[in-house]
């Protein structure tokens, strides 16, 4: 115990102070992801080579990665990993010199749908010598075909994407702007994607609710590789049965999410006024059907939705949010405005205008 303790306190402060760092850097952001292709996208007939930047939240430093598809590969998981860009890259290079190549790699990330094989062989079709791809697993698979220049174009954007993810690194941790240079820089593309969380307010379950919390959540986010400020936001609803040693269980969203918390914080204005307030979606919703309503005894404004599952058997999902919670629904849009503000002007850290 005498040596356990301090390694403790020692690996405590150091977390509080990764976040605290975090805080006081260059993005301040304790949730987020943005991602930049640096090759076309979308690319059917080639491979899409994208670098990310992000910081989850049980990582208040954040990270990098670069992420490889192949949109031909008729499977579901269509992504090349490090041992599969290698195998890859080398069978490009066996089809340019007329050589025979044949390559196997296995994908098991332990669920069995994900599990895979993959070959990547030199073959000839129609007098010309292509990379096959062929990819099989429990759900299916076949192959893709592609034209061996595709390895030169792959190895460009891996440097590419090399050089993004030295300067994300930075921009992470870093207090000041640091200076771009050809090992470090930002990647030339035409947009990036993100997404940013807002907020999350916690609720609870009600007696028969299928989770003891349920959670509001909010994204910021921004879609389709484009500058400029096309953001829209994201609500949810996430089912939790017990916060900080289990993650959620799983969790409804959609426009309708925003409009029942509309109508949460009406309740709550009434609850702090004491005076009743009772709200139903119409009955032709075309969403989930919903009620809302202010318990004053209780302090808290009083949530039911339906949702259902793949077959369509609806349940009935009830929950509750506190009149101390209010001020944090209401902060919402608040932090929208100031996040849009924020990736709007600070673009050119992430990527170069092509």
Known sequence: MKTTAPFFLSFLFSLLASAMRAEEGLIPLKEFAIMVPVTKMPNPKGLEVE??????????????????????????NKSLQPDDRAALLEACAAALSGQEYRKETERKPGRSEYDCKTVYEVVTVEGQK????????????????LDPEVGARLKEALVQAAAAEAWYKMLLTARTLPEKTAAAHPPKATGYMMYCKLDVVHGEGLGDAQAKGLDYRVLLQKAGYTQGPTFHVDHSLQFVTMRGTQGVNYGIGGEWVGRLMEQVALALEAVGEKRAFAFESLADEKEHKYSVMANVAEQKAEVAFDTSDSKGNRTLVKGSFGVAQLAEIRAVGAQRAEREKWFAEHEAWFFEAE
Do not use: K, Y
């Open 51 to 76: 670098v990310r930047v992000m910081r989850p939240g049980s990582e208040p430093l954040g990270g990098t990665a670069t992420e490889v598809q192949c949109p031909a590969i008729p499977f579901f």
């Open 130 to 145: 292509r990379v096959r791809i062929g990819r099989a697993g429990v759900r299916g698979g076949g192959d893709a075909f």
